[in-house]
């Protein structure tokens, strides 16, 4: 498994922008695809986005389509996550999670997870 560790969340006003990155261990970061997913207070926790190994490859979830890129640098072993046009309903915590080869973009398909960084955007 690859150890994860989010960071770049924190407070800003809707229509505002963050970038979220996430930092991987390991020598072997360019053989997993990356997600992130998001979970608000009492609700499930949900896809945002996903990236092939390659970065060849990418999914979004609905709600971010047209506001929010995954990218990723292999060479630093990092994925990150442009959030513009951030809107009240992105606050949650979110997360970056990893998986062996295949992209996905079901939470239980992915067999690493970092401790999440907390996003709240004011109204």
């Known amino acids: 498994q690859v150890q994860l560790v989010e960071s770049g969340g924190g407070l800003v006003q809707a229509g505002g922008s963050l970038r979220l990155s996430c930092a991987a261990s390991?020598?072997?970061?360019?053989?997993?695809?990356m997600g992130w997913f998001r979970q608000a207070p009492g609700k499930d926790r949900e896809f945002v986005a996903a990236i092939s190994w390659s970065g060849g490859t990418t999914y979004y979830a609905d709600s971010v389509k047209g506001r929010f890129t995954i990218s990723r640098d292999n060479a630093k072993a990092t994925v990150y996550l442009q959030m513009n046009s951030l809107k009240p309903e992105d606050t949650a915590v979110h997360y970056c999670a990893a998986r062996r080869h295949r992209v996905a973009t079901i939470p239980t398909d992915f067999d690493s997870w970092g401790q999440g960084t907390q996003v709240t955007v004011s109204s």
């Open positions: 390991g020598r072997t970061f360019s053989s997993y695809a």
